[in-house]
């Protein structure tokens, strides 16, 4: 395998990851029914072990959207190198 098509494969792969990640932070941004205010949740009446694991779910799904953003980032860098050097 030839180095360009080796990084065409890291591009692809960082794309696919940076778009996977925008999905993430836009569907688990904030639980379904939540009140949109900072610590609102504690002020909104007595939440249950259920509201607490879910705002805990859904915030574990929202920081790993970050995290594929930034790895797909990474996979982009010497892509971009690459190109710059010719």
Same mark, same amino acid.
């Given at each position: 395998m030839n180095m360009e098509r080796l990084l065409l494969i890291l591009y692809l792969i960082g794309q696919l990851m940076e778009i996977y990640g925008a999905y993430l932070l836009y569907k688990y941004s904030s639980p379904p029914n939540a009140p !949109? =205010?900072?610590?609102?949740? =504690?002020?909104?009446?007595?939440?249950? !072990?259920?509201?607490?694991? !879910?705002? !805990?779910?859904?915030?574990?799904?929202?920081? =790993?959207?970050?995290?594929?953003?930034?790895?797909g980032f990474l996979f982009q860098v010497p892509t971009t190198f690459f190109n710059l050097s010719k």
């Open positions: !949109k =205010l900072p610590g609102a949740w =504690l002020s909104a009446g007595n939440p249950t !072990k259920e509201d607490f694991d !879910k705002i !805990k779910e859904y915030d574990k799904k929202y920081k =790993l959207g970050f995290k594929f953003i930034a790895v």
